[in-house]
């Protein structure tokens, strides 16, 4: 890393803060600085696009508009409103977190990093969102569009996807956060990481802090910041299966309260290796046989991939593990399912599976 150029310090907060002031995106979660709504749309734009956490945070907030609303709900009714937004242990976190600002601290929101960050869920960036947002306090905020700028505008060349490296950011923005308007400021560097100092093809020419930037003025906007590649993601190879009643009724399963989209609910599935095709693991009475379905789910984590086949058969209802029901097609909007069981409904319901 070159040594920092701190004389560009006023320069550069002048012109980011003006050029949010004038650019910055219409947002629902812009329209308050209310502590908690800054909190729940933080949580939710966590490795999330902005245009689809939009009507999510409006639902939200008109179902829970209140840490009180959202300390007492259920969580069948909590996972259901964040159902599709993936990523579920989220939610579960901020309710938790949410239940002891409510009975800690008087439904207050903390005004110190220590206090928010000590919240499950609220790690540092999270907690100078928040700090600087909702209260104005000069609280760095440091995510991978902050990183990108700084990194860029002081050729900072650690590597952004190590740890240490977020500290280098922090101290460097304890320094160049503009004391005054914080607010903005922290806000100005995520927007312009996600609008003009993109990954690739940053829009230089467009930049407020283009004088400022020494990546710009050395041509090496392209090099910057380094960041090395992810683990390559294992493969999980998965069969679920829609098991349907003469009555017209079908399986449904709750999946463990811990773990991968926990309490969730899904079509019964089990994890396939080379030696068995289908194994329903002597679960249910099945009646038919099981039948093929032409359709495949590719669903990707962060760390995995899931690939599910879909199977069909016919079941009894005299055996049926704890963790299973059976519903009928008008029930369904009453349970939460994660991202990949859905599009395998859409599809049993397209198909007149169910």
Request: include cysteine.
């Amino acid at each position: 890393m070159t040594e920092l150029n701190k004389g560009v310090f006023p320069s550069f907060q002048q012109n980011l803060v003006q050029w949010y002031k004038e650019h910055k995106r219409e947002l629902p979660w812009r329209l308050s600085q209310d502590p908690y709504r800054v909190w729940v749309s933080e949580i939710m734009l966590q490795q999330t696009r902005v245009d689809t956490v939009i009507p999510y945070y409006e639902r939200f907030m008109r179902e829970f508009p209140s840490m009180e609303d959202l300390a007492e709900a259920e969580e069948d009714r909590l996972l259901k409103v964040w159902e599709g937004l993936g990523y579920y242990s989220r939610v579960r976190n901020l309710q938790s977190a949410v239940r002891e600002v409510v009975e800690e601290y008087a439904s207050q929101v903390p005004r110190t990093r220590k206090q928010v960050e000590s919240l499950k869920g609220v790690g540092p960036y999270t907690a100078g969102a928040i700090l600087s947002i909702a209260y104005d306090l000069p609280e760095p905020a440091v995510d991978g569009n902050v990183m990108r700028v700084l990194s860029r505008v002081f050729c900072i060349e650690a590597d952004i996807a190590k740890p240490k490296t977020r500290k280098i950011h922090e101290e460097i923005l304890y320094e160049l956060i503009d004391k005054q308007d914080p607010s903005s400021f922290n806000q100005g560097l995520m927007e312009l990481g996600a609008l003009i100092c993109t990954p690739t093809s940053p829009g230089c020419l467009l930049c407020p802090v283009r004088e400022q930037c020494q990546a710009y003025e050395m041509g090496r906007q392209g090099d910057l910041p380094i960041k090395s590649k992810k683990k390559k993601a294992k493969v999980v190879k998965l069969n679920a299966f829609v098991l349907t009643t003469s009555d017209g009724r079908f399986v449904i399963e709750k999946r463990p309260n811990t773990g991968l989209l926990a309490g969730l609910w899904q079509l019964p599935m089990t994890q396939i290796d080379a030696e068995e095709s289908h194994s329903l693991a002597n679960s249910y009475v099945v009646e038919s046989d099981i039948v093929k379905q032409s359709f495949q789910v590719r669903h990707v984590f962060s760390h995995l991939i899931w690939e599910i086949d879909l199977y069909a058969a016919k079941v009894s209802t005299n055996e049926i593990p704890e963790t299973a029901k059976f519903v009928e097609r008008k029930d369904l909007e009453g349970y939460a399912f994660p991202v990949s069981q859905q599009k395998l409904l859409t599809y049993c319901l397209e198909e007149e599976l169910l």
